[in-house]
């Protein structure tokens, strides 16, 4: 089983720019389609975007499509998150998740159910 730590969060102004990690350690993170979620208290967990294997599929969520972007380094079994023009709303819990394994190499998950491995989270904050 793979282990994930998130690291990056912070408080920054709106239109301001962060860049998330997840380090996943135990098994290789090439093994996995990974994804990141966010969560605001008392609400469901929501999809903010995926990558594939092999990093060659990517996809995200309507409200975040063109700020922020998705990428891995296998090689150092890092997927980034970087985040641009933050808007308050975009304040919340940032969580970074592994799909099941095995799996195909350009496979995508979007829901938080297809996911097996979840790391504790990094607060982002965005003042207005």
């Known amino acids: 089983q793979v282990q994930l730590v998130e690291s990056g969060g912070g408080l920054v102004q709106a239109g301001d720019s962060l860049r998330l990690s997840c380090i996943a350690s135990?098994?290789?993170?090439?093994?996995?389609?990974m994804g990141w979620f966010r969560q605001v208290p008392g609400l469901e967990r929501e999809f903010v975007a995926a990558i594939s294997r092999n990093g060659g599929r990517t996809e995200s969520t309507e409200s975040v499509k063109g700020r922020f972007t998705i990428s891995r380094d296998n090689a150092k079994n890092t997927v980034y998150l970087q985040m641009n023009s933050l808007k308050p709303e975009d304040t919340a819990v940032y969580y970074c998740?592994?799909?099941?394994?095995?799996?195909?190499?350009?496979?995508?998950?979007?829901?938080?159910?297809?996911?097996?491995?979840w790391g504790r989270g990094t607060q982002v904050t965005v003042s207005s």
């Open positions: 998740a592994a799909g099941p394994s095995p799996t195909s190499t350009w496979q995508l998950y979007l829901r938080a159910t297809e996911y097996r491995s």
């Open positions: 135990g098994r290789t993170s090439s093994s996995y389609a």
